[in-house]
């Protein structure tokens, strides 16, 4: 649960893929900590908050794109507001030992790596269902499946993407262009 990932650690890394929901996760955590989310780009370049409050760095990963070595500028700021916890989220594929390494470097302890997991078929169709409540999800399904894009929905982000596109197809799909078009 959210609140035994906050109990375990007063650093965390939060890693998934893009759409997998990191965002709306960090958001949840900051409203139960009393503050806001940060991207890293924006904290990178805008400083530290109140010293001792929770601080949340978002996107890590797009930081990393722009800057390889930008983790420790953003490390070294927030080390200097003396967050009572630190959470930050990235793509897996941005985050990696060096990173892990630099955070233990700048607070003298390793943090939590957590892992997204990709939602299930039960929980993909309830996200389908709540997303498109008058609509079948095992028609919703085979038709994805008919183009070999099944694999692309245990992405949240995906799933409802393809789902409006089905809805906007007339539930049934003429080809992946059109399908990532309409998306």
Known sequence: SE???LAA???IVVLAEPGAGKT???ESLAQQLGTSVVTANRFAHTGSRPNGSALLIDAYDELAKVDASGIYKLLATA?????SSLVIS????EWDYAATHAVNEFFG???L???LLEFSEDEQRRIFEHHAPSEDFSAFQAEVARFDLEALLPNPQFLNLFADAYIQ???SFTDKRTIFSQA
Do not use: K
Not at 90 to 93: D, F, K, L
């Open 90 to 93: 990235s793509r897996s594929s």
């Open 79 to 83: 080390y200097e507001a003396n967050p």
């Open 109 to 111: 302890e390793r943090p």
């Open 9 to 11: 650690s007063r650093l």
């Open 24 to 26: 709306q996760l960090m």
């Open 169 to 171: 197809s007339g539930r």
């Open 113 to 115: 790596i957590v892992r």
């Open 3 to 5: 609140a035994a990932l």
